[in-house]
């Protein structure tokens, strides 16, 4: 299982969000492509960025601390954040980005979502960001009256490399994962599922590990980490065990 350190971007800075909220962020560091070095340091191999004011915006905003950790990582950058052109995804593939995240466009234009996916095969994953079951967009500021479930199915004969699942009232709250509602996705479609939200500790870890079977392919964790309440090295070794 992998382990994918998160790097959010706001205003050039690296920052947590509380549930998604904007006003709610806590800065962590002014040097991305530190943090991202750190992060390797540690024997991550894998990043999870986001651009947060891309999400809201619908386009880049942080570009230049992206192509900073892009630049210093030396393992696989995952990127997610007003990525929603061709343009946009044509333009971080070749600015070396491994993986390019989707969420806003996989719900307003599909098409174009599987079209990329049939594209660059192994490269988008479509974000599931989900509160009370239902399927948010726009950075999470609305929620649509579509299901998890129902999203996720649309794209499982596209190609698509991962749904990455985060339940927005968990996120950055240290609550634990929502491990019931992801591995119920996991096991409801053909897509590997990457965990994202609420992590706090080895022990959301450890039993995500254990679903490694049914379709878990890895985990995103931030604040846990930033807070000091999760050594990356340990989860690394424990994931590695899944």
């Known amino acids: 299982m992998i382990v994918f350190p998160a790097i959010d971007l706001k205003g050039g800075q690296v920052v947590r969000l509380a549930e998604g909220d904007m006003d709610r962020a806590t800065v962590y560091g002014d040097d991305p492509a530190a943090q991202a070095m750190l992060f390797a340091d540690a024997g991550a191999e894998h990043l999870h960025v986001v651009d947060l ?28 954040g007003g990525i929603r052109t061709r343009e946009d995804v044509e333009g971080w593939f070749e600015a070396g980005v491994s993986r390019i995240v989707m969420g806003s466009a996989a719900l307003k234009d599909p098409e174009f979502v599987k079209d990329m996916a049939r594209e660059f095969e192994g490269g988008i994953v479509v974000a599931v960001d989900a509160k009370d ?12 009256d579509v299901s998890v479930v129902d ?16 339940d927005i009232g968990r996120d950055g ?39 490694a079977k049914d379709g878990i392919e890895g985990v995103i964790t931030g604040r846990a980490l930033y807070d000091g309440r999760l050594d990356l090295a340990a989860a690394l070794a424990m994931a590695g065990r899944a």
């Open 53 to 80: 004011d891309g999400s809201f915006a619908g386009s880049a905003r942080n570009r230049e601390a992206v192509e900073s950790i892009v630049a210093a990582f030396p393992g696989h950058v995952q990127l997610g």
């Open 151 to 166: 999203l996720a199915r649309r794209f499982e004969d596209a190609g698509v490399a991962a749904l990455l699942f985060t």
């Open 133 to 144: 079951g239902m399927v948010a967009t726009e950075g999470w500021a609305e929620v649509s």
């Open 173 to 211: 709250m240290l609550k634990g994962v929502n491990i019931d509602a992801t591995v119920d996705l996991a096991r409801r479609v053909d897509i590997p599922v990457i965990a994202s939200g609420g992590v706090k500790g080895l022990d959301d870890i450890h039993i995500l590990g254990l679903h």
